[in-house]
Structures are given as C-alpha cells and as structure tokens.
C-alpha cells in the first residue's frame, strides 16, 4: 500500500487484532487506519458499504454521497458509452 498523502510504501504496525489494521509512513510520519468505508446518502438516507480506505487516525470513514439506488434513479450514474 502506499501512503495517500506522500505516495510513498507504508509498513504494517503489530497491533492487536480488534483494532484492525494499522500503517505507518516513514516518509511523512503518519499512521493510517485501513477500515470499511461507509457511504450516507442524503437522499434516501441509507448506509451502505463502499468498500475499504486508508485513513489518518482523526478522520471519519464515513462518506457523503449518492449510494447506488439514487445515482441510477437520478440518471448520474450512468457511463457515457
């Protein structure tokens, strides 16, 4: 994994299990948390799983956007072909 702030290698910090995974960049100092990321749409108010991401240790891994459902209805989430 590389570090999302200086795109340097991250090393894999021992800690315990429950706590999930945790990185370290020599490169800039930081330590990241490796979770699930959740997704909240403001429009039907659901949570849904947006898979997983690298975050400081005082970010949140909950994220604001469109989940699936509304960007199809919306008619946002289709791909120009």
């Known amino acids: ?32 948390w490796y979770r699930a990321v959740k997704l909240f749409c403001p429009r039907c108010w659901k949570m849904v799983d947006a898979g997983y991401g690298l975050f ?7 994220k604001q956007g469109l989940c699936p459902d509304c960007l199809e209805e919306t008619g946002l989430g289709k791909k120009n072909d």
């Open 1 to 32: 994994m590389l570090c999302p702030m200086c795109n340097e290698a991250l090393s894999k910090v021992a800690v315990p299990s429950y706590l999930g995974n945790v990185y370290h960049c020599d490169n800039c100092g930081q330590d990241f």
């Open 56 to 62: 400081r240790m005082d970010d949140f891994s909950i």
